[in-house]
Antibody
């Protein structure tokens, strides 16, 4: 049973960089069938896709965040990470990592539990 | 970006009711449409993929239909565990979600 677990600071200061890691267990981040993704949800609001990475390192980002986002993968540790720079209060949200099944589902089939990140001084 | 508009934004229903949620895309997305259920404090759960295919383990009272710009999620007999917020998601281009439909107890 594949499981995803987000980790990282729950509080980030304005203008600094938000950094989160998603640890994959029960499966391999090196599988060619998945995109490993980040999605966020501001309090009381809807879902926003941030971007994804393939095990090879190729990435795709939401254009609205592209200038500030970087997603990387560490196959040796079976995890992938998110960096979001120059954060403001608008980046306060629950951040989810998720697996996008690209072979026949074309959907997010496994999600982490989510981690709340607050941007505040 | 393709905009996804769900209606209604919220609804009140009783156990046993038939519930229909609509999702409209700002341009044609073929059948590149998924539906998720989210309960408070939890991650979303995949219900329907490719507009009408039921994800493994999801009860058959859930169904999806549509193609192009208009899509529907139907719950044929609402159960207590179905009270949640439902999101559509398009994967035709830059992935975007609808704003959500909250299903509440009447």
């Amino acid at each position: 049973q594949v499981q995803l677990q987000e980790s990282g600071p729950g509080l980030v200061k304005p203008s600094e960089t938000l950094s989160l890691t998603c640890i994959v267990s029960g499966g391999s981040v090196s599988s060619g069938s998945y995109y490993w993704s980040w999605i966020r949800q501001p309090p009381g609001k809807g879902l926003e896709w941030i971007g994804y990475i393939y095990y090879s390192g190729s990435t795709n980002y939401n254009p609205s965040l592209k200038s500030r986002v970087s997603i990387s993968v560490d196959t040796s540790k079976n995890q992938f990470s998110l960096k979001l720079s120059s954060v403001t209060a608008a980046d306060t949200a629950v951040y989810f990592c998720a697996r996008f099944h690209m072979k026949w589902l074309d959907a997010f089939d496994i999600w982490g539990q989510g981690t709340m990140v607050t941007v505040s001084s | 970006d393709i905009q996804m508009t769900q209606s209604p934004s919220s609804l009140s229903a009783s156990v046993g009711d038939r519930v229909t949620i609509t999702c409209r895309a700002s341009q044609s997305i073929s059948s590149y449409l998924n539906w998720y259920q989210q309960k408070p404090g939890k991650a979303p759960k995949l219900l329907i993929y490719a507009a009408s295919s039921l994800q493994s383990g999801v009860p058959s009272r859930f169904s999806g239909s549509g193609s192009g710009t208009d899509f529907t999620l139907t719950i044929t007999s609402l159960q207590p565990e179905d009270f949640a917020t439902y999101y559509c998601q398009q994967i035709y281009s830059i992935w975007t979600f609808g704003q959500g439909t909250k299903v509440e107890i009447k």
